[in-house]
């Protein structure tokens, strides 16, 4: 079995250096943090757990709290968190709380029950009733794709992204516009959205506004049985916008799928942009703001799981980029 002078050895390192990369040290510079990791994954190195299981005060377990498991964007994020993981002797614990306030409190209690020794959350609002009694407990959380008023966060400039989508339909002519989000998730997007339409001189029309429910874009059945009436819509009313956001990449395949069957091109008849840059938008071509799955996941992991003295709360905010695609491509140019 490997030992920790091997992997310096390999790497190319000191045993020091193996030391703070599997302690999470933000000293190690990333080039360095790789070269470790490989040397571990080349010589099927674990770090050992029974140092936090002797200590009495580490679990050696981090919980992770997501919306759903539906949209890939969530599924690339706990891919990097368990990797994350993985290399320090940790294991992830995954809940979904489907966007519901009281879920995602009973999970918040029931891990924190199990003893994990930190929380890496996307939360609900339920965030603020809870901020009060998990700082209590004094496990290192970091809420991750949102900013928070209470905890370490690192999050995505969700109004930016919007706004650069607004700017590129209006760059490539479309005077009628629409949108697909969710309630009580995605209202800084839309505010944005309006925003840059207004500052033009354009005009936001209120029919081609499409609003679901909190929580229903994780329920499969009743998320598509949703989607097929904006695509019903969409494919009668016949001064449909020219072009739509939607709230993720899954969302917008969907709707691009069926406006297909309705006989609506897509781009020609309506030009389709959405959220998250996942797999699904890089396969089928989709226009959508893309986020630094592994950059979001580094940083909140090194929030919780590098012990030092703290006395204010910590936020990143990334900047998110727009990929244009065939969605939403004016066939007269070939990118922005």
């Known amino acids: 079995m490997a030992s920790i002078k091997d992997v310096a050895k390999?790497?190319?390192v000191s045993t020091a250096t193996v030391s703070r990369v599997l302690n999470n040290h933000p000293s190690v510079i990333p080039q360095t943090r790789q070269a470790v990791r490989d040397a571990m994954d080349y010589l099927c190195y674990v770090p050992s757990k029974s140092a936090f299981q002797l200590s009495g005060k580490c679990s050696g377990l981090i919980g992770v709290v997501v919306p759903n498991l539906v949209?890939?964007?969530f599924c690339e994020l706990l891919a990097t968190f368990e990797e994350e993981a993985r290399y320090i002797g940790k294991s992830a614990i995954v809940k979904?709380?489907?966007?519901?306030?009281?879920?995602?409190?009973?999970?918040?209690?029931?891990?924190?029950?199990?003893?994990?020794?930190?929380?890496?959350?996307?939360p609900t609002e339920a965030e603020a009733g809870l901020s009060e009694w998990?700082?209590?407990?004094?496990?290192?959380?970091?809420?991750?794709?949102?900013?928070?008023?209470?905890?370490?966060?690192?999050?995505?400039?969700?109004?930016?992204?919007?706004?650069?989508?607004?700017?590129?339909?209006?760059?490539?002519?479309?005077t009628s516009f629409g949108f697909v989000a969710q309630e009580g998730v995605d209202n800084r997007k839309v505010s944005a959205w309006s925003k840059k339409i207004a500052g033009r001189g354009l005009a936001d029309d209120k029919e081609n506004q499409f609003w679901i429910a909190k929580g229903a874009g994780e329920k499969i059945s009743g998320h598509i049985a949703i989607l097929d009436e904006i695509i019903e819509k969409l494919s009668a009313r016949k001064k449909?916008?020219?072009?739509?956001?939607?709230?993720?990449?899954?969302?917008?395949?969907?709707?691009?799928?069926?406006?297909?069957e309705k006989g609506i091109a897509v781009p020609q008849d309506i030009?389709?942009?959405?959220?998250?840059?996942?797999?699904?938008?890089?396969?089928?071509?989709?226009?959508?703001?893309?986020?630094?799955?592994?950059?979001?996941?580094?940083?909140?992991?090194?929030?919780?799981?590098?012990?030092?003295?703290?006395?204010?709360?910590?936020?990143?905010?990334?900047?998110?980029?727009?990929i244009v695609r065939e969605s939403s491509m004016n066939m007269t140019i070939t990118t922005l």
Not at 101 to 122: A, C, E, N, R
Not at 159 to 169: D, P, Y
Request: glycine share 6%; net charge negative.
């Open 10 to 12: 390999k790497a190319g």
């Open 71 to 73: 949209n890939p964007h």
């Open 96 to 122: 979904t709380h489907q966007n519901q306030p009281q879920q995602d409190k009973q999970i918040i209690h029931t891990l924190i029950g199990m003893g994990i020794d930190s929380l890496l959350w996307v």
């Open 134 to 174: 998990l700082t209590a407990t004094a496990i290192p959380v970091a809420v991750v794709t949102q900013v928070s008023r209470f905890f370490n966060s690192v999050s995505i400039d969700q109004a930016k992204g919007a706004e650069s989508i607004a700017e590129h339909f209006i760059q490539t002519g479309h």
């Open 240 to 260: 449909a916008c020219s072009c739509l956001w939607v709230y993720n990449d899954v969302a917008a395949s969907y709707i691009i799928d069926g406006l297909k």
């Open 271 to 322: 030009a389709i942009a959405s959220f998250d840059n996942t797999l699904l938008a890089q396969t089928k071509k989709i226009t959508s703001i893309a986020q630094p799955i592994g950059e979001i996941a580094h940083l909140a992991f090194q929030m919780v799981n590098h012990k030092e003295g703290q006395d204010s709360i910590e936020m990143y905010e990334i900047v998110s980029r727009l």
